[in-house]
């Protein structure tokens, strides 16, 4: 299971970063959207996941070990959240400069290519 966690992540991440050198500005926002999302998986992995832990305190059970970590399950809803509201910021800011410049290149000049 490690393996397809530690790929998917790879996968993500390569990607991620393949799209943040592309032209266009929609493509570098699905490219830090990717790369968001390989750090959510991440931090869920770092975590390490516990079946058949209880979540919660439970008197009967003394040993603390034996319960399953709250704060990577918060982080990542945190860094969800986050990547929502950045994501929908970026989308402003295209719709804003490519009203303001006429193209959605990332450095503002289309290219002409023969």
């Given amino acids: 299971m490690e393996i397809v966690l530690s790929l998917a992540i790879g996968v993500l991440v390569a990607s991620g970063v393949w799209l943040l050198f592309r032209p266009r500005t929609f493509q570098v926002i699905i490219g830090f959207s990717l790369i ?57 800011v295209l719709l804003a400069s490519r009203g303001l410049t006429g193209t959605d290149h990332v450095d503002g000049q289309e290219t002409t290519e023969q």
């Fill in 36 to 92: 968001s999302y390989a750090v959510t998986l991440f931090i869920f992995s770092v975590g390490g996941l516990r079946i058949g832990a209880p979540p919660i305190l439970d008197p009967a059970v003394k040993d603390v070990s034996a319960y399953t970590d709250p704060l990577p399950q918060a982080l990542v809803l945190t860094a969800i959240v986050i990547n929502f509201a950045m994501t929908a910021l970026f989308l402003v």
